[in-house]
Nanobody, 120 residues
């Protein structure tokens, strides 16, 4: 089995910064694409940022220039540095990863989510 565990969510004032982390554990041979999504109350889950294994990144227009996604392949970890946070960034943030196990099975895995709240 494989798991993703997020951390770093918190309550922060508008204009502040947070850094989210997500680590993969279990029978992991390789992690391909990693991503962060978010879901605000009453809304659908939206893509925030993605990062390929080689480091290529992509961002939602709403966060480009404020958020930075990065990863450490040796640690099976992906990060999301969030700067200049706005109240509209308030949401539960989820980590997603395509994980290949040592038995060459592939899983589209999700973390449990971490709450980010930005006060005005």
């Amino acid at each position: 089995q494989v798991h993703l565990v997020e951390s770093g969510g918190d309550l922060v004032q508008s204009g502040g910064s947070l850094r989210l982390s997500c680590v993969g554990t279990g029978d992991i041979y390789r992690i391909n694409n990693m991503a962060w999504y978010r879901q605000a109350p009453g809304k659908e889950r939206d893509l925030v940022a993605t990062i390929q294994r080689g480091g290529e990144t992509n961002y939602a227009d709403s966060v480009r220039g404020r958020f930075t996604i990065s990863r450490d392949n040796a640690k099976n970890t992906v990060y999301l540095q969030m700067n200049n946070l706005k109240p509209e960034d308030t949401a539960v943030y989820y980590c997603n990863a395509v994980i290949i196990t040592w038995t060459r099975r592939q899983y589209d895995s999700w973390g449990q989510g971490t709450q980010v709240t930005v006060s005005s």
